[in-house]
């Protein structure tokens, strides 16, 4: 079993930056698919990005690409999201997730483990 945990969330204006992290521990993150996840309140949990266990495939939803950049590093077992040129849409609370089974999966069902979650607010 694997615990994820994420940071580096925070308040920003519109067209700043932000890099959240997400770290394991229990069990090496390389083995796993990792995607991230957000919730704004009032809406439901929507996919952002998920990158393969090797790093080798990557996936975005249509409203962050050529924004956000999603990129693992194995040996230090994290999963990192660099979101440039943010928006006051993508407040939200996003989670990382860890897949068991399978190399790369853009829906929620397809993640096995998560974790708390890291508050992003971009103010216009």
């Known amino acids: 079993q694997v615990q994820l945990v994420e940071s580096g969330g925070g308040l920003v204006q519109a067209g700043g930056s932000l890099r959240l992290s997400c770290a394991a521990s229990?069990?090496?993150?390389?083995?796993?698919?990792v995607g991230w996840f957000r919730r704004a309140p009032g809406k439901e949990r929507e996919f952002v990005t998920a990158i393969s266990w090797s790093g080798g495939r990557t996936g975005y939803r249509d409203s962050v690409k050529g924004r956000f950049t999603i990129s693992r590093d194995n040996a230090k077992s994290t999963v990192s999201l660099q979101m440039n040129s943010l928006k006051p849409e993508d407040t939200a609370v996003y989670y990382c997730?860890?897949?068991?089974?399978?190399?790369?999966?853009?829906?929620?069902?397809?993640?096995?483990?998560w974790g708390q979650g890291t508050q992003v607010t971009v103010s216009s």
């Open positions: 229990g069990r090496a993150l390389g083995a796993y698919a």
């Open positions: 997730a860890a897949q068991a089974f399978g190399d790369y999966c853009s829906t929620y069902e397809c993640y096995d483990y």
